[in-house]
């Protein structure tokens, strides 16, 4: 069975930095696409940065320079680390997962796997 974890919201100022894990099990993150995604309210959820062993890290434009992707295999865990972060930039955060290894793109119809989510709010 497998399940994915999500700590590491809460909330900052405009400029502040946060770092979401996702702890998986049933799933060793080396062989699958593993991703983040965002709902803030009353809008579609999007991608935010994938991983896979095929292109590595993928970002959406809005954050690029900002987050970061990373994973530690021997924990099982997904990171997101978010920098220089904007009011925008607050919405429910989800860890997500293919039962492939390749990403193929931001898109969270390809996840079949969530967890529950952790808030992000920045505050300006």
């Known amino acids: 069975q497998v399940q994915l974890v999500e700590s590491g919201g809460g909330s900052v100022q405009a400029g502040g930095s946060l770092r979401l894990s996702c702890a998986a099990s049933g799933l060793p993150i080396n062989t699958y696409c593993l991703g983040w995604f965002r709902q803030a309210p009353r809008k579609e959820r999007e991608g935010v940065a994938t991983i896979d062993s095929f292109r590595g890290t993928s970002y959406v434009d809005s954050v690029k320079g900002r987050f970061t992707l990373s994973k530690d295999s021997a924990k099982n865990t997904l990171y997101l680390q978010m920098n220089t972060l904007k009011p925008e930039d607050t919405a429910m955060y989800y860890c997500?997962?293919?039962?492939?290894?390749?990403?193929?793109?931001?898109?969270?119809?390809?996840?079949?796997?969530w967890g529950q989510g952790t808030q992000v709010s920045v505050s300006s």
């Open positions: 997500a997962a293919r039962n492939v290894p390749s990403c193929s793109g931001l898109y969270p119809s390809n996840f079949r796997f």
